[in-house]
């Protein structure tokens, strides 16, 4: 069974970056797929941030400006978000994925539940 799990702070303060690490189970996330970060301001919809795939080349959403930055640590099976100088309008809950895609943007079987992480003083 692939499970996929979020950990990180739930509350950031501005200007801070911000490290969410995906826990992956049942897979190993060097065999195959694309492995992804994706992110839900409250009221808006889904937001592809970037993605690290089975070979380790990694790509991002250009939105970002560049503050996001993907890694793996695959002696863990583990991949790791990190977003720099967040702002409040980084506020949202944050699900890393698997996906057959390089850009994902709507759910899958293989979601994470996700994290919420509030950008605030």
């Known amino acids: 069974q692939v499970q996929l799990q979020e950990s990180g702070p739930g509350l950031v303060k501005p200007s801070q970056t911000l490290s969410l690490t995906c826990t992956v189970s049942?897979?190993?996330?060097?065999?195959?797929?694309?492995w992804a970060w994706t992110r839900q301001p409250p009221g808006k919809g889904l937001e592809w941030m970037g993605t690290?795939?089975?070979?380790?080349?990694?790509y991002y959403n250009p939105s970002l400006k560049s503050r996001a930055v993907i890694w793996r640590d695959t002696s863990k099976n583990q991949f790791t978000l990190q977003l720099s100088s967040v702002t409040p309008d980084d506020t949202a809950v944050y699900y890393c994925?698997?996906?057959?895609?390089?850009?994902?943007?709507?759910?899958?079987?293989?979601w994470g539940q996700g994290t919420q992480v509030t950008v605030s003083s």
């Open positions: 049942g897979y190993s996330i060097t065999t195959d797929y694309y």
């Open positions: 994925a698997r996906s057959p895609n390089r850009v994902t943007r709507t759910k899958g079987p293989y």
């Open positions: 690290i795939n089975y070979l380790g080349d990694t």
